[in-house]
C-alpha cells in the first residue's frame, strides 16, 4: 500500500492523515519535498550582507528565486535550493530600463524586507522611465 500525502499542523508538530484501518500499523514516511520557508532562510543566507542590503523580495517560488537589490555588492548565492542574486541599485535602474523581463518579475515580486522601495521601482517599472532612487546609492 502507498499513500502520498501532505503533512499537516499537529499541536506544535506535524503528521500525516492516514485511513483508520491502519492505526497501530507500522509505516515508513520518506520526505518527497521538504516545504520551504523562503523568507526565513533568505534573511539568514543575506544576514552579514544587510548592511548593504536596501531591499530583499521573492521573484519566483519554484524554483525559489530572490532579488537582493544593494547599494553596491554584487553576489549571487545558491544554498538550501534557494538562488539568491544580490544587485547593485545602479544595476536595477540600467535593467528596469532595458528588460521587459526584469520589469515583470520586479512588478510580480513578493517582499521580504523594505515594501517602500518595492513600490517605487514598481512605480517606475510601469512608467519605464529611468528610475531616481539616487538618495539609496550612497
Not at 66 to 78: D, N, W, Y
Amino acid at each position: 500500500m502507498e499513500f502520498l500525502r501532505k503533512a499537516v499542523k499537529v499541536g506544535n508538530s506535524s503528521g500525516v492523515i492516514l485511513p483508520k484501518k491502519l492505526l497501530g500499523s507500522e509505516v515508513k514516511i520518506t520526505v518527497i519535498k521538504r516545504s520551504v520557508e523562503i523568507k526565513k532562510q533568505a534573511v539568514k543566507l543575506l544576514e552579514k550582507y544587510f548592511e548593504d542590503i536596501v531591499g530583499i523580495y521573492i521573484i519566483s517560488k519554484n524554483p525559489v528565486g530572490i532579488i537582493a537589490v544593494s547599494k553596491k555588492l554584487k553576489i549571487i548565492i545558491r544554498k538550501q535550493g534557494i538562488k539568491i542574486s544580490v544587485v547593485p541599485i545602479s544595476r536595477i535602474k540600467k535593467d528596469m530600463n532595458n528588460k521587459q523581463s526584469l520589469r515583470q518579475k520586479i512588478i510580480s515580486c513578493e517582499t521580504i524586507l523594505n515594501p517602500v522601495f518595492l513600490d517605487e521601482l514598481k512605480k517606475e517599472g510601469k512608467r519605464t522611465n529611468p528610475v531616481s532612487l539616487k538618495s539609496l546609492e550612497s
